[in-house]
């Protein structure tokens, strides 16, 4: 296995990475990833990042790589968590990441239980997982830091669930794969 996905800025620029092998992981696109950390414009420095069913990690090293403090990666998967450790230990960044291997509903019960919060929640489940389920249930346990972002990517056909308390802060479509930045406050979250 090759490494085949490339980091688009930052630290870690041009940096490969691996993704798990299988039809398991969508790997969000390079000009995804970078679409959407030119519309996070900057929220990276110095925030504390949750990557929720993340796959191979990407997004959450793109964080890293541009100034994230810390980057939490969780997927259900074996698979994708050894290859997440072992892009961490290729790019040297392991002492800023941790690992768990749970769902997502057990992963944010120990976030909760730990009074963990995030100021950036990369959430990129599998495109036909009913997305308001995941959302209602990061906001009743406080995983989003106030005034914090969660980056939704999903499909382009599918509306964006927002509950009580959340709105849109930009959306941009890419063919099949849409981005949505979902804040809690009123206020810019840059």
């Given at each position: 296995?090759?490494p085949?996905?490339?980091?688009?800025?930052?630290?870690y620029?041009s940096?490969?990475?691996?993704?798990?092998?299988?039809?398991?992981?969508?790997?969000?696109?390079?000009?995804?990833?970078?679409?959407?950390?030119?519309?996070?414009?900057?929220?990276?420095?110095?925030?504390?990042?949750l990557?929720?069913?993340?796959?191979?990690?990407?997004?959450?090293?793109?964080?890293?790589?541009?100034?994230?403090?810390?980057?939490?990666f969780?997927?259900?998967?074996?698979?994708?968590?050894?290859?997440?450790?072992?892009?961490?230990?290729?790019?040297?960044?392991?002492?800023?990441?941790?690992?768990?291997?749970?769902?997502?509903?057990?992963?944010?019960?120990?976030?909760?239980?730990?009074?963990?919060?995030?100021?950036?929640?990369?959430?990129?489940?599998?495109?036909?997982?009913?997305?308001?389920?995941?959302?209602?249930?990061?906001?009743?346990?406080?995983?989003?830091?106030?005034?914090?972002?969660?980056?939704?990517?999903?499909?382009?056909?599918?509306?964006?669930?927002?509950?009580?308390?959340?709105?849109?802060?930009?959306?941009?479509?890419?063919?099949?794969?849409?981005?949505?930045?979902?804040?809690?406050?009123?206020?810019?979250?840059?």
């Amino acid at each position: 296995m090759k490494p085949s996905l490339v980091l688009t800025g930052g630290e870690y620029r041009s940096r490969r990475l691996f993704a798990p092998e299988g039809t398991d992981t969508r790997p969000t696109r390079a000009i995804v990833r970078e679409a959407l950390f030119n519309m996070l414009q900057g929220a990276c420095e110095g925030a504390r990042v949750l990557d929720l069913f993340a796959g191979s990690g990407a997004l959450g090293f793109e964080a890293l790589s541009r100034g994230a403090i810390k980057a939490t990666f969780c997927d259900c998967a074996a698979r994708a968590m050894a290859v997440i450790r072992k892009n961490a230990g290729m790019l040297k960044a392991a002492g800023r990441c941790e690992f768990l291997q749970l769902d997502w509903h057990k992963v944010l019960e120990q976030l909760a239980a730990a009074g963990q919060q995030f100021d950036l929640i990369l959430l990129d489940p599998p495109y036909e997982m009913e997305k308001a389920p995941v959302m209602d249930e990061i906001l009743s346990r406080r995983t989003l830091a106030a005034g914090g972002t969660i980056a939704l990517e999903h499909s382009s056909r599918e509306a964006v669930p927002l509950l009580q308390g959340t709105g849109v802060f930009r959306s941009r479509r890419y063919g099949e794969t849409s981005i949505t930045l979902i804040t809690t406050s009123s206020e810019d979250p840059t």
